[in-house]
């Protein structure tokens, strides 16, 4: 599993008594600002990608292999005319959206393990903990790789498949902040007041889980864009005329030396929602701040 | 006493994490659509004997008893046949395990040397060092297969320096003792095998290597940042050290250890792109194996390359825990 480790953009560090009171607003540089711009837009962009694309992902509008800007055709076109610009747009799509979907899973699923194991203590929290060991022990893109090609090869497949495998990180950060938040005098505060369990778990412990969560999360949306698109270039994605960003360059590797552009294309739109995310990721956290 | 409590535990943890994944994969081939009998003998096969030969494999057996005999099977090397070449699936990855190895080998050592270079010169802010961690940061957001593609571009295509696939070009390669090509080309004295082994290795190795590199890179300069403003710094420089003997002798010496446990985590994302790497470079092992056996739905032959992979990676997370408990006491909770 991706790990993403800290790694800081160039800010001015501001101590003392020149440190500006709205700090938060002022750690956040002109960097992180087209990060996070250029993330909402390449979400708009999977939004919309149905209306942005000029050609439907199967139509053959062009003669096979045009260069990149020949016959009105921005990105090119592949082995059988199809464009390349249409089913890059519709690639980001499927590409980021999975991404988003996987996160959220993964969210959702380890920080309820977290949030319980967290908040329990006792022999649920070392069992969970436990559990949540065992698989960040496991070597996650492998493992998806099996479970896919046991499944059968799909879109919902390789997602169910990575869905399995990312959750551990976010079981283990959620666990940790609620561990140091029992012990804060708010929640004694709100035990006093006759808070009840499901209460004190989702209104005082949880928020307090949510900054550091986020962080994370933003910080490995592009680890999982790499990941589900390398799965799809291995033949794990949805199958053939999809157009997958993975696939699309697997198939078209037979031309690279000839026609380039067939897969260099869509794997530099890979690249370019992986740097867009990267760079959000970071943004995110100096937004929220770093822990 | 405390010492074998640390050794213990460590080994047991790995010995449940084996069993766990070994029940995963089980559990995987047992409800895969594609009923391995049918796929061994083809879809017209008469009932009689498809009952036979499921009878003949245990696959009518309780669902414990075959969970058992399956680690049975594992622990005494046996991880059944693959249904596509239709050897024993620990033959073909005793054939094709040396040139796996000889590339992630390679691969780790170029990402070792550059995250090295990239965490102590990102620490010490040398002067192009931000350049560096620039193209090395955007490498890492790349997909391997781009870094592939452009590589051989670049490398192949425009510049003809190094080749695009395979591991040698040499029919009569050497193939004994080792089966590492560089090694046994070497032994037998063919320096022209040595030296087109070593062009095959350079493209798909740093492609594999440069991610893994910024990740253990970012994490040696963060420890090292934070090592050099520690008391036994300011002592060094007090005494007179220059700044380069501080940096190397102290301050990188003690940062290794986070380096060293991150480079144990960036094993599993190595396989993940050995995978890849191999398959399009026409690398012969497990990771072509494992991609040629995905569009035939050769389970046997995946659960085996996983089953490997996931122990050899559960194995060397453990081995490094050990060794930085060896190297500071401290840690052994």
Known sequence: MAVAEPFTVALPKLRGRNRPQFEMLRRVGWLDRVALAAFVVVTLIAIFAKVLAPHSASATPGDPFLAPGHGGFLLGTDDVGRDIFSRVLLGIQSTWLASLLVIGSGVLFGGLIGLVAGATGGWVDAVLMRLTDTFLALPGPVLAITIVAALGPSLWHTLIAVMIVWWPLYSRIVRGEVRALATRPHMEAARLAGAGRLRLMFRHLLPGAVPSTLVAASLDVSALVITLSSLSFLGLGAPAPAPELGAMSARGINYLIEFWWVPVIPALAVFFVAVVANLAGDGARDLIGDR | ?333
């Not at chain 2, 990102?122 to 560096?132: D, E, F, I, T, Y």
């Not at chain 2, 571009?153 to 425009?158: D, E, P, S, T």
């Open chain 2, 1 to 333: 006493m405390e010492t074998v409590r640390f050794y213990g535990s460590r080994l047991v943890g790995m010995i449940g994490v084996l069993l766990v994944l070994a029940f995963m994969v089980f559990c995987l081939q047992r409800f895969t659509p594609a009923d391995p009998v049918r796929v061994k003998l083809g879809a017209n096969a008469q009932p009689q004997i498809v009952k036979a030969e499921r009878h003949r494999l245990g696959y009518d057996d309780p669902l414990p008893v075959q969970y058992f005999n399956y680690i049975k099977g594992i622990v005494h090397g046996d991880l059944q046949d693959s249904l596509r070449t239709r050897h024993p699936v620990t033959t073909d990855l005793g054939n094709t395990l040396p040139a796996t190895l000889e590339l992630t080998t390679f691969a780790l050592v170029i990402a070792l040397i550059l995250a090295l270079i990239l965490g102590i010169a990102s620490a010490a802010r040398v002067r192009g060092a931000g350049a560096l961690r620039v193209v090395l940061v955007a490498g890492s957001s790349a997909p391997v297969f781009l870094l592939a593609l452009l590589g051989i571009l670049l490398f192949y295509r425009k510049l003809h320096w190094l080749p695009s696939t395979g591991r040698t070009k040499y029919l009569d390669a050497p193939t004994g003792p080792t089966r590492f090509l560089t090694i046994d080309s070497l032994i037998h004295g063919r320096f022209d095998v040595f030296k087109d082994a070593l062009q095959h290795l350079i493209l798909p190795g740093l492609c594999i290597a440069i991610g893994p590199a910024v990740s253990i890179g970012r994490v040696l300069r963060s420890s090292i940042v934070t090592n050099l403003r520690s008391d036994y710094v300011r002592t060094a420089r007090a005494k007179g050290m220059r700044e380069w003997a501080v940096l190397w002798k102290h301050t990188v010496r003690n940062s290794l250890g986070a380096a060293l446990s991150m480079t144990g985590l960036q094993v599993g994302l190595m396989f993940a792109g050995v995978v890849v790497i191999e398959s399009i470079f026409a690398w012969p092992g497990i990771g072509f194996y494992t991609v040629q056996a995905i569009p035939r739905l050769d389970f046997p032959a995946i659960a085996g390359v996983t089953l490997f992979l996931g122990a050899a990676y559960v194995i060397i997370n453990t081995a490094v825990e050990v060794l930085q408990g060896v190297a500071d006491p401290r840690l052994r909770v």
